[in-house]
């Protein structure tokens, strides 16, 4: 874990270095605000539902903008090849850059702890779910940066690593939705991999160990799959 701790202090710094980073946060923070300021001002409700129903479908964006320069730009640069001759195993490399988008994500929530602010002192605020909802989006958003994690290591290309991520995290939220034309014996396994209905369970304030199974067998599975794809690139 020290190791990679150490890759995830290096990323981190580089993400905070890096003007794109703040252009994401500025981004996120203007489309997610649009969503609570709207309800608060054009619908005259004190209420936090429109900003956690929405946040599977904008992390699907903006999580593989986070994630798309991981691998992609290491492979285009080639400073992967000395990535590799440090004394870090391939799981050291994947974990560190994982919990450094982890950790990125949750500053890009940081500043959005003030609408439950907000909302408390303008009615009442039901504590449950809005912890319910943060503990969600930093699974979801783990989960995600996870896959988005594997789409990089596919290519060198951070423009097809964000297609490819945005596909998959987009696929993922409107799985459900997709099933509801398939027939009932097939659509309703295929609806429990939807991301987004996991998501909405947690930010009820029911934390349900299965929900928190999923997104943890979501990024087990992603992180694995990238471990494979750079152990197949570097063999």
């Known amino acids: 874990m020290r190791a990679a701790w150490t890759v995830c202090r290096r990323e981190c710094s580089a993400y905070f270095a890096s003007p794109i980073a703040y252009i994401v946060i500025v981004i996120f923070l203007l489309v997610v605000g649009w969503f609570f300021f709207s309800t608060l001002f054009l619908f005259?409700?004190?209420?936090?539902?429109?900003f956690f129903r929405m946040l599977p479908i904008v992390f699907a964006f903006v999580v593989p903008a986070v994630t798309m320069r991981q691998f992609a730009e290491e492979f285009h640069t080639g400073?992967?090849?000395?990535?590799f001759t440090l004394p870090l195993r391939l799981?050291?490399?994947v974990l560190g850059k994982f919990l450094a988008c982890t950790v990125f994500l949750a500053a890009l929530l940081a500043p959005t702890l003030a609408y439950p602010l907000l909302v408390g002192t303008l009615g009442d605020l039901d504590i449950g779910p809005v912890i319910g909802g943060y503990l969600g989006a930093l699974l979801l958003g783990a989960a995600f940066a996870a896959v988005g994690l594997f789409?990089?290591?596919?290519?060198?290309?951070?423009?097809v690593a964000f297609l490819t991520g945005c596909a998959i995290c987009f696929a993922l939220c409107l799985v459900d939705q997709m099933a509801f034309f398939l027939p009932e014996a097939a659509a309703r396994p295929l609806a429990h991999l939807a991301a987004d209905l996991h998501f909405e369970n947690i930010a009820r304030g029911l934390v349900d160990t299965r929900d928190v199974l999923y997104f943890a067998s979501l990024g087990f599975v992603a992180l694995s799959a990238t471990a494979l794809v750079l152990h197949e690139k570097h063999a």
């Not at 005259?44 to 429109?50: G, K």
């Open 44 to 50: 005259n409700q004190a209420s936090l539902r429109a």
């Open 79 to 83: 400073s992967y090849e000395i990535l």
């Open 91 to 93: 799981a050291d490399i």
């Open 151 to 159: 789409a990089s290591a596919l290519t060198r290309s951070q423009i």
